[in-house]
DNA sequence: GTCTATATAATGATAGAC
DNA sequence: GTCTATCATTATATAGAC
């Protein structure tokens, strides 16, 4: 990691502190604050509270770009070390959370690169045989990590307020992980009806 | 029901329609505006903002409430579905989809009441041997209902700006019901290795 | 009950001194 | 680059007339 202490850093970064644990409706005095400077020179920096913003939402996307834990390892030790890194990364995942909750530019690009991500993972696990083929894999992968995505988004916001993070995310672990390889490996429905139904509707 | 025209009413109606349109960031003189009263008036009836705020949640919850008992949900989590399908109650969906994503009172006690329901349904379904038991029948019903309404709050979310509600509905069923039953019916991983690994871990 | 008018506070943004 | 001071706008909430 450069050298990143330039003033205009500094409050970037102390906007993404504040954002994500308080939302964006914080104004941009607690943000002066919180970097220690003048609202005037946050205005003088960035323009305006959206060019802030901008730039927030610019640098957290090159930061998950920049991070291999974007791609999911499967091996125990690197989900352990990727939860020692959420304590650091634990700013950069609020804010990222609250942009999902509010919408926009940062949440549709974060989004559809994980359904590449996600695309690439289930093709790669259908050629090798460990993953059953879809009718439709790019629609399988989009629903999947929305499902995912969305599960989790609802998991974090319904915490109690203040909860910690990296607690949060154990717990999470701990509630999830039975029922998603139930449902992964033994599926929910126990004959094909309704699916053989709806294709051949859908084949009329 | 009773005559349901009072001037508070109206207001809270109004409330309802034009947060669920523009979010709760709205302040009471749009609010006001729509109902074609004045911003003192709305004050004199619900003292505050977020007496108003209350005030919508509590009417939302009885809706909810009395909806679902007419039409006792047939698919895990599906109330907003269902809601969804009549016109009529768009705006209180779109209600309840700002709710979610600003978290609060109301998300939660719906969700709590979605997992109820779930479970219901996949005991149920479990008894008469449609759906496949679970080793943690409460975690799955708590993971489903998760997963589907964190999928469905993402899906809407991410939609351009305008999107007209029923049809956007429809587009996500179109999207989601093939990936969804094909894993429902047919699974992801083709080998138990991952699941029986875990139980082994679990169990030690 | 309902309105107009206003008090009070907080917001985003700017101007100008240093 | 950085600050202080301030502007214009908007927000919630209240007071008082009708």
């Given at each position: 990691m450069p050298e990143d202490m330039t003033t205009r850093a500094r409050?970037?970064?102390?906007?993404?502190?504040?954002?994500?644990?308080?939302?964006?409706?914080?104004?941009?005095?607690?943000?002066?604050?919180?970097?220690?400077?003048?609202?005037?020179?946050?205005?003088?920096?960035?323009?305006?509270?959206?060019?802030?913003?901008?730039?927030?939402?610019?640098?957290?996307?090159?930061?998950?770009?920049?991070?291999?834990?974007?791609?999911?390892?499967?091996?125990?030790?690197?989900?352990?070390?990727?939860?020692?890194?959420?304590?650091?990364?634990?700013?950069?995942?609020?804010?990222?959370?609250?942009?999902?909750?509010?919408?926009?530019?940062?949440?549709?690009?974060?989004?559809?690169?994980?359904?590449?991500?996600?695309?690439?993972?289930?093709d790669e696990g259908v050629r090798t045989g460990k993953l059953v083929a879809s009718r439709d894999p790019a629609a399988r992968a989009r629903f999947l990590t929305r499902q995912s995505v969305g599960g989790m988004l609802l998991y974090i916001q319904m915490l109690p307020e203040g909860t910690d993070f990296t607690a949060a995310v154990r717990a999470m672990t701990d509630d999830v992980t039975l029922p998603a390889l139930e449902l992964y490996t033994e599926g929910l429905f126990t004959d094909p009806d309704t699916l053989t139904a709806f294709l051949e509707e859908k084949n009329r």
């Open positions: 409050i970037r970064d102390a906007a993404i502190e504040v954002f994500g644990r308080t939302g964006f409706t914080t104004g941009v005095r607690a943000v002066a604050t919180a970097a220690g400077v003048s609202p005037g020179l946050l205005n003088h920096h960035f323009g305006s509270k959206d060019g802030l913003r901008r730039a927030c939402d610019e640098y957290v996307l090159s930061v998950v770009h920049d991070s291999k834990s974007a791609s999911l390892s499967n091996s125990p030790a690197g989900v352990i070390e990727q939860l020692a890194e959420i304590d650091r990364y634990a700013p950069t995942v609020a804010y990222i959370v609250r942009s999902f909750a509010a919408g926009g530019h940062l949440a549709t690009e974060m989004f559809e690169r994980m359904v590449d991500d996600a695309a690439a993972y289930l």
